[in-house]
């Protein structure tokens, strides 16, 4: 009998990529989502890959008896947490929404899972939680300290997992701070789709290149980088989603829990990854060198190796696959799942 997983946020980025990975590798899902920055499309597609109906419901994490219910009608033994929000800039603005949906709504998940017994759960963490490295490559046991209500609230959960998996017989918790995702399945069937003008990079400089938008403005050229601009370790999505089936496999195989970065352990500056789109797309990505984002940090990159040893996992695609990827879907999919 295949192992049934919960996954929160599945109608996201990372999470409906997952959903792909976690099908072909035979488990059963139930997908939740509140569709606040996702799309049901998502997981049509995803089941239109993965060949299988994936049971979904409309819910918030913070809805108690809604988990319970869930919890309730199927066999679930474990949960896979992606649901939250992730916007940097927004959380400054915003910082009691994103404690109240982050840490109030994974306090609800865990209290959840445990009144149904369910006692095995992967995080979406960030490396945002290492805030400015002192040294890279950053390895997991690096001083914590993140600079902004977002990172903090991934510090928060991780340390919440920590005090439960401590204090409670049973738990297998597995922490996953993802570095830079980016790219696209490569069917061009799904994809980010960033509403609004995009903050990160990479969908930034695919609507530059399908000419959405005119020039991408780079944050910063005085960095003490090789060539002034900032050095980030983007990872293939599709990479990222096989770490998770990974990390998966293996709390079901043996007791225990870790804390892993998902990273490739290899850093791009941004004018490297203007070159590869253009190589990539075949279209000009016309830029200008502009002031620094504030609380932007000059490098950060991972040391992959924990992840490797553990999990036997290792990032495999690319920056080339990572833009070609990225352009089939932004170039099948101009206007994201709503067209
Ligand atoms: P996303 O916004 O595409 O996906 C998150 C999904 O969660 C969305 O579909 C949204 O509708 C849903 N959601 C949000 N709040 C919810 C709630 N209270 N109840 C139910 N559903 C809710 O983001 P993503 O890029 O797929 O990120 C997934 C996770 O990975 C997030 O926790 C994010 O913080 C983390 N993460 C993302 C990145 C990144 O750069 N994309 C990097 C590091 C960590
Ligand atoms: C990458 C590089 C920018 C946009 C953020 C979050 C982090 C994680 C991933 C969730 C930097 C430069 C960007 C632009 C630019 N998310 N840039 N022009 O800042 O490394 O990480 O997303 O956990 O928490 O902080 O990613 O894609 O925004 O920036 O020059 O229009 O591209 O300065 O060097 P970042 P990013």
């Known amino acids: 009998m295949p192992q049934t997983i919960l996954v929160t946020g599945a109608c996201g980025y990372i999470g409906a990529h997952t959903c792909v990975e976690l099908l072909a590798a035979g488990y059963r899902l139930v997908a939740l989502d509140n569709l606040s920055n996702g799309s049901r499309e998502a ?21 108690r008896a809604a988990l319970d219910a ?16 992730k916007a940097v800039a927004e959380s400054l603005a915003q910082p009691l929404r994103y404690y109240q949906d982050n840490v109030a709504g994974s306090v609800a998940l865990l209290e959840a899972m445990a009144a149904a017994g369910v006692k095995r759960l992967l995080f979406s963490s960030s490396a945002t939680v290492y805030g400015d490295p002192a040294a890279v490559p950053v390895g997991e046991a690096a001083p914590l ?3 902004n209500p977002y990172g903090r609230s991934k510090l928060m959960v991780e340390q919440i997992i920590g005090d439960l998996v401590g204090s409670t017989p049973g738990w297998r918790a597995g922490v996953l701070r993802y570095f830079n995702p980016v790219g696209a399945h490569a069917s061009g069937l799904i994809g980010e789709d960033p509403r609004g003008v995009p903050a990160n990079l990479l969908p930034f400089i695919a609507q530059v290149a399908a000419g959405r938008r005119e020039r991408l403005t780079v944050h910063g050229g005085d960095y003490p980088t090789a060539d002034g601009t900032g050095v980030r370790d983007y990872i293939h999505v599709a990479d990222l989603a096989r770490g998770h089936t990974a990390a998966l496999a293996r709390l079901f195989a043996r007791p225990g829990s870790f ?46 190796g924990a992840a490797h040893k553990l999990l036997g996992w290792r990032a495999q695609r690319d920056l080339h696959a990572m833009c070609a990827d990225l352009w089939r879907w932004q170039s099948a999919n101009p206007d994201g799942y709503a067209g």
């Open 43 to 63: 997981l049509r597609r995803v089941e239109r890959l993965g060949g299988r109906a994936v049971p979904f419901v409309e819910a918030d994490v913070r809805d």
């Open 70 to 85: 869930v919890l309730a009608a199927h066999p679930v033994e474990a949960v896979i947490h992606f649901a939250g929000l």
């Open 145 to 147: 300290g993140a600079t």
């Open 259 to 304: 804390t892993l970065n998902l990273g490739t352990g290899r850093g791009h500056s941004v004018l490297e990854v203007v070159r590869a789109f253009e190589r990539a797309s075949g279209r000009p990505v016309p830029y200008r060198i502009a002031a620094r984002r504030p609380g932007d940090v000059a490098a950060c990159y991972a040391a992959a």
